[in-house]
């Protein structure tokens, strides 16, 4: 599922970003570029990261 439209990140995009070692949006951010538009995903990407990092047990 479409997480950031404007930028075209998805659910799965955060998981590998997670697996890669991403545990922040700041840092989730500068490498998906999720958020940095209109901003309107942001709730929805800390809710898939948190469950993503819960998940690799982060």
Known sequence: MYVCICKGI???DI????EQGISSLEKLSEVTS???DCGCCTDYACKVLREAMKSQKI
């Open 34 to 36: 999720v958020s940095k």
């Open 15 to 18: 998981h590998k970003a997670v």
């Open 10 to 12: 998805t659910e799965r």
